[in-house]
């Protein structure tokens, strides 16, 4: 089934009267911050790593403020920042400049690693990238297309036996004993896991950065602005 003409207008109409009312729901908040939900988009690594300590320092802050929150890509976040289905994102910049209307916040650069089981003996960690099975970081994403092309410069062609997205699933096989990565240094919770290591790459080494984004003109955003605070505070 599909809408007619008139209907697709009312269903755009009716999402942004939709958007309207949530704001003004934000507006009316006795508190000094909006009222809530904060719709908040993390990426994998993100959800793991950066925010569940900023989490915790939220609900002692702010108990009656909810979020809700959404895993994706950087690139699906990004859209639904920009379409306002969510009020912010914690992501990785993209490789163009972001549009004016958008607040950028960076909070974390992640140089590329070597990620190798922690048995092996890495002397080079490129001719390590060469000799043993690799597993390579999607190239359709930021820090993958980086890696690929730092991999090229120096001549290395791996000998690649899986490719996918996912730097927590590329971490399981590195540990299992598949191959060795080049990813993002990214952030962890807790201690270092014992069966892996991460080798430090031959410089220039690529960097990606990971911060919050959000819409300036956003009810929200200063609920994007109070937690991207807490973000960045030391643990």
Sequence with gaps: MQPTVAGNRILARARTLL?????????????????????????????????????????????DIEVYIEPGTSTALMAKVLAGELDAALLVHPTFALPK?????????????????????????????????FIRYDRGVVAGKLADEYLRRHGVRPRVQFELDGI??????VAEGLGVSVLPDWATVGAPQADLKRWPLPAPCPVRTVGMLWLRGSARAPLADALVQLVSAPR
Excluded at 30 to 58: I, K, Q, S, Y
């Design 19 to 63: 958007r309207d009312v949530r704001d003004l729901r934000s507006e009316a908040s006795d508190n000094a911050l909006p009222a809530g939900p904060l719709r908040l988009g993390a990426t994998p690594t993100a959800l793991m790593g950066m925010l569940p300590p900023a989490l915790v320092r939220w609900r002692q802050m702010h108990e």
């Design 101 to 133: 209307t958008c607040h950028w916040v960076p909070l974390r650069r992640e140089p590329l690693i070597l990620l190798a089981p922690a048995q092996l003996r890495v002397r080079d960690p490129l001719a390590t990238a060469a000799r043993e099975p």
């Design 168 to 173: 927590e699933h590329i971490a399981k096989l």
